[in-house]
């Protein structure tokens, strides 16, 4: 590996009279490749680097960009190259081969001991896998040999023709056979052996098993169980596991490596950061890096991306902090000063369920009112409702619910606090009071681009001055027009147009009757001069 040119200032100095120890903490308080620069200047890189947790090694990488971190790539440890291809080379439980097409030029172009380590390091089954998925083995002297092409056929030892499925990789599996046939040639005759004859599923089978026991070791849950992140859960049905003291608090690793990634959504404007920066350090907050850790992979397995990267993994990172704020918020009634209690309390785990739980209330209530409800009964889709209540209702009526933004760069999101939350449920209330008025007017058919508020302005318009037919629906300048008759002849259009709803609608509640001024306002607003 070429020596990285570096100037040295003034900062950096102090990086060589430090003990290893206060040398490794200095180190991950950098980020990216101020990270990688103190730990290529220091005297012991090696070290400095093994000692990081596997996700941290992998996050640097990540953060760095992989080509630009190939120094780092030959400092790694077993462990820590292991972990990085069971993430890299799978999606779900299928091998994924377009990633062989990244990391395998990225492998070969380092020195010739750092790829000899990494090819000693591999799992047998991940190379095998690897190795089946992209090559075809003939034996000299077989029919299917003599009708291949001679140049897309090679042989390191006159009696195992291999053929490269995708030319794009000739060059790097036929490097990749020599620098195996070379660190052990009988190896290298068992794994073309092996290559030829096993079943590709079987033998996916088996390498997806020991892939995941060896990410359960490291706090990534098997398909199955990352689903379960998802689980609904209540506030009371949690108050009730604790006080059947049936919940129990994980322990902290005595080794002490635990990702300090975590902790960068100290920087994030949630409730739940919000009182992380109130914790001091000390078990708890180590036990909560710990936690935060497992259940981010755990959502980001239950979550399937296409692929795995560093906005990847700081996006189930914010995403597990957005529910751990909702969850956090509803159990602590909003107060910064309350949730110590419940993080010392419960696993962060329940947290998330209870907070993701607060968006499946929403998705059901809306599934009962859209798709069961007076709106499915008359066959009225969700663009009754208009922008931007249509598009909060179909966020929320997702399998998994978002929050739409009106925010066109970022469109629907996880929800992130309780405020949000309420929003919704305003919504969904308004969509309910909406069914009350309309079940009290004349039937009328739905026809595309029709809104609810030109339904209600119609009606009323109608009632009061019996001008129009039913049969057809008032245009905006003859709604225009008739109100202006009417402003003339009645004065307060708004009180008059809120009593009309409000007679409309059979014991009213309190807050029924402030949700139906919001919605005079709202469809006043269209015929504004």
Not at 172 to 199: C, G, H, N, P, S
Not at 316 to 332: C, D, H, M, Q
Request: hydrophobic share 40%; proline share 4%; aromatic share 10%.
């Amino acid at each position: 590996m070429e020596a990285v040119e570096r100037n040295e200032t003034d900062h950096e100095k102090p990086w060589r009279s430090l003990s290893l120890q206060r040398e490794w903490q200095s180190i991950l308080s950098l980020r990216g490749k101020e990270r990688m620069e103190a730990i290529l200047s220091s005297d012991h890189p090696r070290e400095i680097f093994q000692s990081l947790h596997e996700e941290e090694a992998y996050l640097t990488i990540k953060e760095i960009g992989e080509q630009d971190a190939l120094p780092l790539l030959s400092l790694m440890s077993h462990e820590q190259i292991q972990y990085l291809l069971d993430l890299e080379l799978w999606r779900g439980y299928e091998f994924n081969p377009e990633k062989v097409d990244h990391w395998l030029p990225l492998i070969l172009s380092c020195d010739e001991e750092t790829k000899k380590q990494w090819l000693s390091s591999i799992d047998f089954d991940t190379l095998l896998l690897l190795l089946k998925k992209n090559i075809r083995i003939h034996t000299n002297g077989e029919e299917s040999f003599l009708s291949g092409s001679i140049e897309d056929i090679f042989t390191l030892d006159s009696f195992y023709f291999i053929e490269v499925l995708r030319p794009t990789l000739r060059t790097q599996i036929e490097q990749l056979l020599k620098t195996l046939a070379d660190l052990d040639f009988q190896f290298y005759l068992r794994l073309m052996d092996q290559v030829q004859w096993e079943i590709e599923a079987e033998l996916e089978e088996r390498a997806l098993h020991f892939r995941e026991a060896r990410l359960a070791d490291k706090g990534f849950p098997n398909m199955e169980e990352a689903q379960s992140v998802y689980q609904y859960l209540t506030p009371q049905r949690l108050k009730e596991r604790l006080e059947e003291q049936v919940i129990h608090l994980l322990e902290i690793p005595e080794d002490g490596s635990i990702p300090s990634f975590p902790l960068a959504l100290k920087d994030e404007n949630l409730f739940f950061s919000i009182c992380l920066r109130e914790l001091e350090e000390g078990p708890l907050l180590e036990r909560i890096k710990m936690e935060l850790a497992t259940l981010a992979n755990q959502v980001l397995m239950a979550d399937l991306p296409e692929t795995i990267d560093l906005a990847t993994f700081q996006k189930s990172l914010v995403k597990t902090g957005a529910y751990l704020s909702i969850g956090l918020e509803i159990l602590s009634e909003g107060r910064p000063e309350q949730s110590k209690g419940w993080l010392e309390s419960i696993p962060l785990k329940f947290l998330f369920q209870v907070g993701f739980g607060a968006t499946l209330d929403l998705k059901w209530k809306a599934e009962r009112l859209w798709k069961k409800g007076w709106f499915s009964e008359k066959q009225i889709p969700l663009d009754f409702l208009g922008y931007p209540w249509e598009e909060r209702m179909r966020g929320v009526l997702k399998k998994r619910p978002l929050l739409f933004t009106e925010i066109p760069e970022f469109g629907y999101r996880e929800f992130r606090s309780l405020k949000e939350i309420h929003l919704i449920q305003k919504e969904i209330e308004k969509s309910n009071l909406l069914v009350k008025i309309l079940s009290t007017l004349p039937p009328f058919s739905y026809s595309e681009g029709l809104q609810w508020k030109t339904v209600l302005l119609n009606a009323f318009l109608l009632d009061r001055t019996n001008t129009f037919s039913s049969t057809r629906f008032m245009t905006l300048e003859e709604i225009i027009s008739l109100r202006n008759q009417l402003q003339k002849e009645k004065g307060d259009l708004k009180n008059a147009f809120l009593q009309w709803m409000k007679e409309r609608v059979e014991e009213m509640s309190e807050n029924e009757a402030i949700l139906l001024e919001e919605m005079t306002v709202l469809i006043l607003e269209e015929i504004h001069p």
